[in-house]
């Protein structure tokens, strides 16, 4: 038994198989920042949040993440080389190890929930092996109410232990690290790496798999936000093109900013309790909300601070993937509890380093659904070894490493969905224009805020041959203007000021959505096949 330094209640861990263990329970915010200082494990910046450093792993590591293969997960899951099995005993194995090294040891429990729909509301118990990483539970699930935690039963477990080392001939793995699902116990399994992501990936990957197959709920990696008319906007995105910045609107509620659900009853609900977003080149003039949100009770990582604790947050020196988590209450303008309705506008956010597709443009039905599986953005040079120009990057869904199923699977719950609430989809262009990457430039932030604002208002319009032009090579609908944004902005090809380049660019990348779209194909009904762009 251990006591609780924030409630009354006690909780036992032998269930667990944790076992003479120093255990603190639920402890706040601030005594996790004191003790993370006090352990010499994180140093307080200048703004007052904590700054972190996750080791080797500054980032996800999709090879090392598995599915235990078992009666629940053998014929639904698509297995492959996004999800890999894992075998039962060796996963049980594993598990003692883990639990037998975090005996004995001071660790860190936290009761907290995924769902902010009561409907599909999800109990989990956290166990770290670091005060940070509870801290980062703290801010990235929801939080139970006192009254809550006096009856709390745990559904799922995360157990977390960046200092267990694996044995990749024994334990299975692949090498020292691994992240590990386990549907029949219930259990999100994580060692050897402080990448606190992973411990919200695990359960949004979870997710992903019981509300589509248990409670026919979408789940989805996107953002979203609420008008003060009531209607909610969704944004997809990859990993640098914009959603959690984008979904931060001054004028709008942010509902949540990476992973929700949309229901039968067409709602959409926030999975989490908080943000945790990339902070490369982050400035309180672009991004002030998420600036400001950087204070005590934020958790900066793999930064690089000066002696008086300022972060310089152009230093890539540590990593490309330097990030913040903060509990969503450090936003002012939040939607309470996390819950939208009437969903109107949907937003594909793409980083096009090739710089050819259009700022902003409307998609049909068919071409949304070939967009939403395609998962388009770009690698550009610098953000991985051996990338020395843009290369397109698909992740099915916008999030194909956290989907279990096959991709198809959600893109047509999406699309009855989208037809069932008759909303609008937009693709969304936030990368390259005047030339690709190295010649042109990066869309400036203030046109795409001025371009999903003129959509959300209906400023756009419905498409006409006077008000949209349809693109040759992709097909879509750019609009011929937008309030706020120069008309020459609008179209790609106009920015260039070269039309042979343009066109090769163009029919380049349409050839890479083409062959990347194969391995779909035979899924794919008439209509989504008719959205693929043109090639020559």
Not at 422 to 451: C, D, E, F, Q, S
Not at 462 to 484: D, L, M, N, T, W
Request: include cysteine; hydrophobic fraction near 35%.
């Amino acid at each position: 038994m251990v006591t609780n330094t924030q409630t009354t209640k006690s909780i036992s861990l032998d269930a667990l198989g944790i076992h003479d263990a120093e255990v603190h329970y639920n402890l706040t915010p601030d005594q996790l920042h004191e003790l993370t200082k006090t352990l010499g494990q994180g140093v307080e910046a200048s703004s007052g949040a904590i700054a972190v450093n996750t080791g080797e792993f500054t980032g996800r590591s999709p090879k090392d993440r598995f599915i235990v293969k078992d009666s629940i997960t053998a014929d639904k899951i698509w297995w492959g080389d996004i999800n890999i099995p894992f075998e039962s005993d060796k996963f049980d194995a594993l598990y003692d190890k883990v639990v037998a090294y975090l005996s004995g040891k001071k660790i860190y429990a936290r009761d907290c929930y995924a769902c902010a729909d009561p409907n599909y509301k999800t109990n989990i118990r956290v166990v770290n092996e670091y005060p940070w990483s509870n801290m980062f539970a703290y801010n990235m699930f929801l939080r139970p109410s006192e009254e809550e935690l006096k009856s709390f039963d745990p559904e799922w477990t995360v157990v977390n232990a960046p200092g267990f080392m694996a044995d990749p001939e024994v334990d299975g793995t692949r090498q020292h690290n691994f992240a590990i699902l386990n549907f029949t116990r219930k259990i999100a399994l994580i060692g050897g790496t402080g990448y606190t992501g992973e411990i919200k990936k695990g359960i949004f990957s979870a997710l992903n798999f019981i509300l589509p197959v248990f409670k026919n709920t979408l789940p989805m990696h996107c953002s979203a936000n609420l008008g003060e008319g009531g209607d909610t906007a969704i944004f997809f995105g990859l990993s640098g093109t914009g959603k959690t910045t984008l979904s931060a609107d001054p004028n709008r509620k942010l509902i949540g900013d990476d992973e929700h659900g949309w229901t039968n009853e067409n709602t959409v609900f926030n999975f989490e309790g908080g943000c945790y977003a990339k902070a490369i080149n982050l400035s309180e003039e672009s991004e002030p909300e998420i600036y400001n949100a950087i204070k005590r009770g934020a958790i900066l990582e793999n930064v690089v601070m000066n002696d008086k604790g300022e972060v310089d947050f152009e230093d890539t020196s540590i990593t490309q993937n330097t990030r913040v988590s903060y509990p969503i209450y450090h936003i002012e303008n939040i939607q309470v509890p996390s819950i939208g309705r009437n969903p109107k506008n949907i937003f594909f956010l793409t980083a096009d380093a090739f710089g050819v597709l259009p700022p902003i443009s409307k998609l049909t039905p068919g071409q949304a659904a070939y967009h939403f599986i395609s998962g388009y953005t770009a690698k550009v040079a610098g953000t991985e070894a051996g990338v020395n120009e843009p290369q397109p990057s698909f992740s099915a869904c916008f999030g194909a490493p956290f989907m279990p199923l096959h991709p198809t699977k959600y893109a047509e719950m999406l699309s009855k969905k989208m037809k069932e609430a008759g909303v609008n989809v937009w693709l969304v262009n936030t990368g390259w224009t005047g030339g690709p990457y190295g010649i042109g430039h990066r869309m400036k932030l203030k046109y795409t805020r001025a371009m999903i604002t003129a959509a959300l208002n209906g400023d756009l319009g419905e498409y006409s041959y006077e008000k949209y032009h349809i693109h040759s090579v992709f097909g879509v609908a750019q609009p011929r203007s937008c309030p706020g944004v120069p008309t020459s902005v609008l179209s790609p090809r106009q920015t260039w000021n070269n039309d042979e380049g343009y066109y090769k660019q163009a029919y380049k990348l349409a050839a890479a959505f083409r062959e990347n779209f194969e391995k779909f194909a035979e899924y794919a009904n008439d209509e989504i096949l008719g959205g693929a762009p043109n090639v020559k």
